[in-house]
């Protein structure tokens, strides 16, 4: 059974300001945790396969869900877990789900049953030769079919009749398993193996080699560090509900990558950041896409009939109303975070530059949020991003580093302008 939820006044007014806090995040994840497990209701309803197959998922879900509520809450409401059941309830909208889509279901059940210690035995599919293990790792079998099994909380696979336990410290041949970063406090999982961890506009990255892995690593914890010291409210709402980085591929050496999946709380995807700061933003930023999507998903903001298209100084294109929200939503952490990281000498120069740029930036599109067609609690939502964009507004900064701002802005809204006139005549 699960829950209907809603937001106090409390939490609800501390999220619109960009904050939220640790007691905040821990509603939107259970509510997250509801709304994957009505998604996976109606995948079993839609269920492709055998009866009996389905019934075996079923009973290994429920009797995990029976045993330790909270260790299956945990796994269920995986950020992969969002991703997964999300793309695969569009695929069977369009009628192109396949059955090893909704067999997915069957190893997620599996790693439930072991957080929950209870026994399962049941049947994965293998994709291009490989086994997903959900949050766990990948097992590499060719063409062998695959059980996997749940036995006094460890995790084995039968491998054609080959058993091999998963749950240990020691290499496995042939499984590769999901990676952390680390850094005090905190331990967030790097996944470049799970089947359903694609959809941020750029493809994941292929498995990171040991180099790699200690690359993101080291530039990881020097970003917490940095969070640590100058945002710490910032640094224990990301530990309590940031759980998953996806490495993305590197397409353009230019520039960095990053993006959320609207429907995966707690992931985004990433290329490696040039530095520890833009890591650290990075995290907020994304972070605050995660919060904002699962917002909506208990409150409606925006009217859905609206048609307009907006200037949002941070895109090429024009923008939906929903859309620019969430770019002001996403930017006023931003801001916040160029604003405190102000006070590390090495970075303050770069600070205090993209801060100016970052607040004018959210101050320019809010104004357009702040018209446009609002339903009450996006009204209320708004209210709280003013009162902290104006706090932010009201930060001193040198004469000369807030006149470059604003002429950046208006450079920005001048070629804009020009790109996009056909579509907002």
Not at 96 to 103: I, N, Q, T
Not at 199 to 210: E, M, W
Not at 264 to 286: I, K
């Amino acid at each position: 059974m699960t829950t209907f939820h809603e937001l106090d006044t409390a939490t609800f007014t501390a999220l619109a300001a960009g904050d939220g806090g640790p007691s905040a995040i821990a509603a939107l994840q259970r509510a997250q945790v509801s709304r994957h497990l009505i998604l996976i209701g109606n995948l079993l309803s839609e269920w492709p396969g055998p009866v009996a197959e389905r019934d075996a998922i079923r009973d290994t879900l429920d009797r995990a869900r029976a045993a330790d509520p909270d260790r299956f809450a945990d796994v269920l409401g995986a950020p992969l877990v969002g991703s997964w059941s999300g793309i695969v309830t569009r695929a069977l909208g369009r009628g192109v789900a396949d059955p090893s889509d909704f067999g997915q279901l069957a190893g997620i059940a599996v790693v439930a049953a072991a957080a929950a210690g209870v026994p399962a035995d049941l049947a994965v599919p293998v994709r291009d030769g490989v086994a997903s293990v959900p949050s766990v790792g990948a097992l590499t079998v060719g063409d062998r079919p695959v059980r996997l099994i749940a036995h006094d909380g460890a995790i084995s696979a039968d491998v054609d009749g080959d058993r091999v336990l998963l749950s240990t410290a020691e290499d496995v041949p042939g499984f590769q398993r999901v990676r952390f970063l680390s850094a005090p406090g905190v331990r967030i999982s790097l996944d470049d193996v799970d089947p359903y961890r694609h959809g941020h506009h750029a493809p994941p990255a292929n498995r990171l080699d040991d180099a790699e892995l200690e690359q993101w690593d080291k530039l990881f914890a020097e970003a917490w560090g940095l969070l640590v010291r100058q945002l710490p409210e910032r640094a224990a709402e990301l530990a309590a509900g940031l759980r998953t980085l996806v490495p993305l591929a590197q397409t353009d050496s230019r520039s960095a990558r990053s993006a959320t999946i609207k429907y995966a709380f707690g992931v985004f995807g990433l290329t490696l950041p040039p530095s520890a700061a833009e890591f650290a933003v990075t995290m907020v930023h994304e972070f605050q896409h995660s919060k904002l999507s699962a917002i909506l998903d208990l409150v409606p903001m925006t009217d859905p009939a609206d048609t307009s298209r907006h200037f949002a100084p941070w895109r090429t294109d024009p923008r939906p109303l929903a859309g620019l929200l969430q770019g002001v939503y996403a930017f006023v952490g931003v801001a916040d975070s160029w604003r405190a990281l102000r006070a590390e000498p090495d970075i303050a120069e770069e600070a205090t530059r993209k801060f100016a740029e970052a607040r004018v930036n959210v101050a320019e599109g809010l104004r357009s949020v702040e018209a446009g067609a609002l339903l009450p609690d996006g009204v209320r939502l708004v209210r709280g991003l003013r009162k902290r964009t104006d706090e932010l507004l009201a930060e001193p900064l040198p004469h000369d580093v807030v006149r470059a701002a604003e002429l950046t802005l208006s450079d920005t809204f001048r070629r804009w302008s020009d790109q996009n006139a056909a579509a907002t005549a």
